[in-house]
Protein backbone atom coordinates (compact mmCIF):
# COMPACT_ATOMS: atom_id res chain seq x y z
CA UNK A 1 0.00 0.00 0.00
CA UNK A 2 2.83 2.19 0.54
CA UNK A 3 4.44 1.88 -2.70
CA UNK A 4 0.93 2.65 -4.35
CA UNK A 5 0.78 6.24 -2.59
CA UNK A 6 4.48 6.68 -3.51
CA UNK A 7 2.92 6.10 -7.17
CA UNK A 8 -0.16 8.21 -6.64
CA UNK A 9 0.85 11.53 -5.11
CA UNK A 10 3.33 12.56 -7.87
CA UNK A 11 0.86 11.13 -10.25
CA UNK A 12 -2.02 13.11 -9.15
CA UNK A 13 0.89 16.19 -9.09
CA UNK A 14 1.69 15.82 -12.45
CA UNK A 15 -1.88 15.87 -12.97
CA UNK A 16 -3.26 18.86 -11.37
CA UNK A 17 0.31 21.24 -13.02
CA UNK A 18 -0.81 19.73 -16.77
CA UNK A 19 -4.29 20.65 -16.29
CA UNK A 20 -3.21 24.40 -14.73
CA UNK A 21 -1.18 24.44 -18.15
CA UNK A 22 -3.50 23.56 -20.76
CA UNK A 23 -5.43 26.65 -19.16
CA UNK A 24 -2.86 29.20 -21.29
CA UNK A 25 -3.45 27.14 -24.47
CA UNK A 26 -5.36 30.03 -26.02
CA UNK A 27 -8.87 29.16 -27.28
CA UNK A 28 -10.65 31.49 -29.84
CA UNK A 29 -14.14 32.18 -28.43
CA UNK A 30 -15.22 35.41 -30.16
CA UNK A 31 -18.55 36.73 -31.86
CA UNK A 32 -17.71 38.44 -34.98
CA UNK A 33 -20.06 41.40 -36.15
CA UNK A 34 -23.67 40.02 -37.66
CA UNK A 35 -23.81 40.96 -41.09
CA UNK A 36 -27.45 39.95 -41.64
CA UNK A 37 -29.84 38.14 -40.47
CA UNK A 38 -31.64 35.40 -42.24
CA UNK A 39 -35.53 36.56 -42.56
CA UNK A 40 -38.10 34.64 -40.50
CA UNK A 41 -40.59 35.92 -38.80
CA UNK A 42 -40.42 36.26 -34.78
CA UNK A 43 -41.66 32.86 -34.03
CA UNK A 44 -39.33 31.04 -36.60
CA UNK A 45 -36.64 33.93 -34.91
CA UNK A 46 -37.00 32.96 -31.33
CA UNK A 47 -36.97 28.71 -31.84
CA UNK A 48 -33.90 29.68 -33.93
CA UNK A 49 -32.13 31.91 -31.24
CA UNK A 50 -33.12 29.32 -28.53
CA UNK A 51 -31.83 25.94 -30.21
CA UNK A 52 -29.65 27.10 -33.26
CA UNK A 53 -27.98 30.13 -33.13
CA UNK A 54 -24.90 28.94 -30.30
CA UNK A 55 -23.86 26.97 -32.88
CA UNK A 56 -24.93 28.79 -36.36
CA UNK A 57 -24.56 32.04 -35.61
CA UNK A 58 -22.03 35.12 -34.57
CA UNK A 59 -24.30 35.77 -31.41
CA UNK A 60 -23.08 32.33 -29.40
CA UNK A 61 -23.42 32.33 -25.93
CA UNK A 62 -20.19 30.77 -23.85
CA UNK A 63 -20.95 29.00 -21.21
CA UNK A 64 -18.89 29.16 -17.98
CA UNK A 65 -17.36 25.63 -19.00
CA UNK A 66 -16.34 26.76 -22.11
CA UNK A 67 -13.62 28.77 -19.98
CA UNK A 68 -12.12 25.50 -18.97
CA UNK A 69 -9.62 23.35 -20.80
CA UNK A 70 -10.14 20.84 -22.33
CA UNK A 71 -13.48 21.09 -22.71
CA UNK A 72 -13.23 24.57 -24.43
CA UNK A 73 -11.60 23.34 -27.03
CA UNK A 74 -14.22 20.79 -27.55
CA UNK A 75 -17.11 23.67 -27.60
CA UNK A 76 -14.62 26.21 -29.48
CA UNK A 77 -14.92 23.36 -32.46
CA UNK A 78 -18.13 22.42 -32.28
CA UNK A 79 -19.07 26.40 -32.68
CA UNK A 80 -16.57 26.85 -35.48
CA UNK A 81 -17.66 23.84 -36.94
CA UNK A 82 -21.29 24.47 -36.74
CA UNK A 83 -20.70 28.34 -38.16
CA UNK A 84 -18.82 27.11 -41.13
CA UNK A 85 -21.33 24.06 -41.82
CA UNK A 86 -24.30 27.25 -41.71
CA UNK A 87 -24.39 30.81 -40.13
CA UNK A 88 -27.04 32.50 -40.07
CA UNK A 89 -25.11 35.77 -39.03
CA UNK A 90 -23.79 35.83 -42.86
CA UNK A 91 -26.76 35.09 -44.67
CA UNK A 92 -26.09 37.51 -47.30
CA UNK A 93 -22.98 35.59 -47.83
CA UNK A 94 -24.56 32.73 -49.90
CA UNK A 95 -26.51 32.58 -52.86
CA UNK A 96 -30.38 32.55 -52.88
CA UNK A 97 -30.04 29.36 -54.29
CA UNK A 98 -27.71 28.08 -51.42
CA UNK A 99 -29.82 29.79 -49.25
CA UNK A 100 -32.87 27.19 -50.59
CA UNK A 101 -29.82 24.47 -50.58
CA UNK A 102 -29.14 25.43 -46.49
CA UNK A 103 -33.01 25.76 -45.67
CA UNK A 104 -33.36 22.30 -47.03
CA UNK A 105 -30.56 20.46 -45.47
CA UNK A 106 -31.07 22.12 -41.95
CA UNK A 107 -34.79 20.87 -41.94
CA UNK A 108 -33.68 17.76 -42.95
CA UNK A 109 -31.40 17.76 -40.13
CA UNK A 110 -34.08 18.98 -37.87
CA UNK A 111 -36.44 16.63 -39.25
CA UNK A 112 -33.89 13.59 -38.97
CA UNK A 113 -33.27 14.39 -35.39
CA UNK A 114 -30.13 15.35 -36.02
CA UNK A 115 -29.85 18.99 -34.63
CA UNK A 116 -29.98 20.04 -32.07
CA UNK A 117 -27.24 17.69 -31.53
CA UNK A 118 -28.00 14.77 -28.58
CA UNK A 119 -25.09 15.95 -26.65
CA UNK A 120 -25.99 19.63 -26.29
CA UNK A 121 -29.08 19.16 -24.95
CA UNK A 122 -28.48 18.26 -21.38
CA UNK A 123 -26.50 21.28 -21.00
CA UNK A 124 -29.01 22.98 -22.73
CA UNK A 125 -32.79 21.70 -22.56
CA UNK A 126 -34.10 25.03 -24.06
CA UNK A 127 -33.11 24.11 -27.18
CA UNK A 128 -34.76 20.62 -27.52
CA UNK A 129 -37.85 21.01 -30.29
CA UNK A 130 -40.97 20.27 -29.55
CA UNK A 131 -43.28 19.44 -32.37
CA UNK A 132 -44.58 23.31 -32.49
CA UNK A 133 -40.93 24.25 -33.24
CA UNK A 134 -40.72 21.56 -35.66
CA UNK A 135 -44.03 22.63 -37.48
CA UNK A 136 -42.29 26.66 -36.88
CA UNK A 137 -38.79 25.53 -38.50
CA UNK A 138 -40.92 23.77 -41.42
CA UNK A 139 -43.12 26.38 -42.56
CA UNK A 140 -40.34 28.77 -42.23
CA UNK A 141 -38.51 26.53 -44.80
CA UNK A 142 -41.47 26.34 -47.22
CA UNK A 143 -42.01 30.10 -46.87
CA UNK A 144 -38.61 30.60 -47.39
CA UNK A 145 -39.24 29.22 -51.28
CA UNK A 146 -37.30 25.83 -49.65
CA UNK A 147 -38.52 22.15 -51.52
CA UNK A 148 -41.83 21.24 -49.43
CA UNK A 149 -39.70 19.15 -46.61
CA UNK A 150 -41.27 15.92 -45.72
CA UNK A 151 -44.13 15.67 -43.12
CA UNK A 152 -44.04 14.09 -39.42
Same mark, same amino acid.
Given at each position: ???????????????????????????????? *?? @???? =?????? %????????????????????????????????????? $??????????? %?????????? !? %???????? @? $??? =? !???? !???? *?????? =? /????????????? $? $? /???? @??
Amino acid at each position: MKHFRRLVKPSLAVLLVALVAIQLVPVDRTNP *PV @ETEA =PASAEA %RSVLRRACYDCHSNETVWPWYSRIAPVSWLVARDVRE $GREELNFSTWN %RLATKDQFKA !L %RESWEEVE @E $GEM =P !LWFY !LPTH *PEARLS =P /QDRSVLRAWSLSM $G $G /QAPK @EH
